[in-house]
């Protein structure tokens, strides 16, 4: 069996279109050989973008003492979030950015796996 050698390759991203490059180191430290799958994503917007199956939005408002609240996402309506969805010792306030799968509850869709990203008090100093 004749083995290729890895070499770069130029790549053009899936979400965002720029070229990227697709190293032989990177190849050879995912296991990738001349017939793998190849990136379909820039480094970028694989850093911004959620990992598969999840979402982003942020915190519209959560009233901690009855443990809900709501979430705003992208081009979709609000989402329930419970407190049982966050980790424990974990708070939600307004404006946290946070990442999550949706679940179909017996009322409708809900947030659960919430993992806060960037607190609002951080955005904030951030700007």
């Given at each position: 069996?004749?083995?290729?050698?890895?070499?770069?390759?130029?790549?053009?991203?899936?979400?965002?279109?720029?070229?990227?490059?697709?190293?032989?180191?990177?190849?050879?430290?995912?296991?990738?050989?001349?017939?793998?799958?190849?990136?379909?994503?820039?480094?970028?917007?694989?850093?911004l973008a959620p990992a598969p199956g999840r979402e982003r939005g942020l915190v519209k408002w959560f009233h901690r003492r009855k443990s809900y609240g709501?979430?705003?996402?992208?081009?979709?309506?609000?989402?329930?979030?419970?407190?049982?969805?966050?980790?424990?010792?974990?708070?939600?306030?307004?404006?946290?950015?946070?990442?999550?799968?949706?679940?179909?509850?017996?009322?409708?869709?809900?947030?659960?796996?919430?993992?806060?990203?960037?607190?609002?008090?951080?955005?904030?100093?951030?700007?």
């Amino acid at each position: 069996m004749r083995h290729e050698r890895l070499r770069d390759r130029i790549l053009y991203c899936d979400t965002c279109g720029i070229s990227f490059l697709w190293s032989a180191e990177e190849q050879r430290a995912a296991g990738a050989g001349p017939a793998s799958p190849r990136p379909q994503r820039c480094a970028a917007c694989r850093r911004l973008a959620p990992a598969p199956g999840r979402e982003r939005g942020l915190v519209k408002w959560f009233h901690r003492r009855k443990s809900y609240g709501f979430l705003v996402r992208t081009g979709s309506p609000d989402l329930f979030v419970h407190g049982s969805a966050l980790p424990s010792g974990v708070r939600l306030y307004p404006g946290d950015l946070v990442e999550f799968h949706v679940e179909t509850g017996e009322r409708g869709p809900l947030a659960a796996g919430v993992t806060v990203l960037l607190p609002a008090a951080e955005a904030d100093q951030a700007d």
